[in-house]
């Protein structure tokens, strides 16, 4: 089993800036992807940006340019800096964990991402 902890949401005014943290523990092994999905009230959650253990990175066409997805596998840690946060980043963001051999997924608990005006 792995578990994820995320930290670092919070409440931040349109333009500034966030960075969230994921850290992972347990049976962390093999080609995996980690990645921070979103959702906000009424909608279906969303990818916003994965990375894998070989460090290929894919992001939401909706932030591109603005967030940037990365990872220490020294501390199974994977972390997404945003920046130039806009009202409709608001929602709770989650970390998953893929293994992509195994197919085994697991889900971080959620931080709360408040962009204000």
């Known amino acids: 089993q792995v578990q994820l902890v995320e930290s670092g949401g919070g409440l931040v005014q349109a333009g500034g800036s966030l960075r969230l943290s994921c850290a992972a523990s347990?049976?962390?092994?093999?080609?995996?992807?980690m990645g921070w999905y979103r959702q906000a009230p009424g909608k279906q959650r969303e990818l916003v940006a994965s990375?894998?253990?070989?460090?290929?990175?894919n992001y939401a066409d909706s932030v591109k340019g603005r967030f940037t997805i990365s990872r220490d596998n020294t501390k199974n840690t994977v972390y997404l800096q945003m920046n130039s946060l806009k009202l409709e980043d608001t929602a709770v963001y989650y970390c998953n964990f893929h293994n992509l051999y195994t197919n085994y997924k697991s889900w971080g608990q959620g931080t709360q991402v408040t962009v204000s005006s």
């Open positions: 990375i894998s253990s070989g460090g290929s990175t």
């Open positions: 347990g049976r962390i092994f093999g080609i995996n992807v």
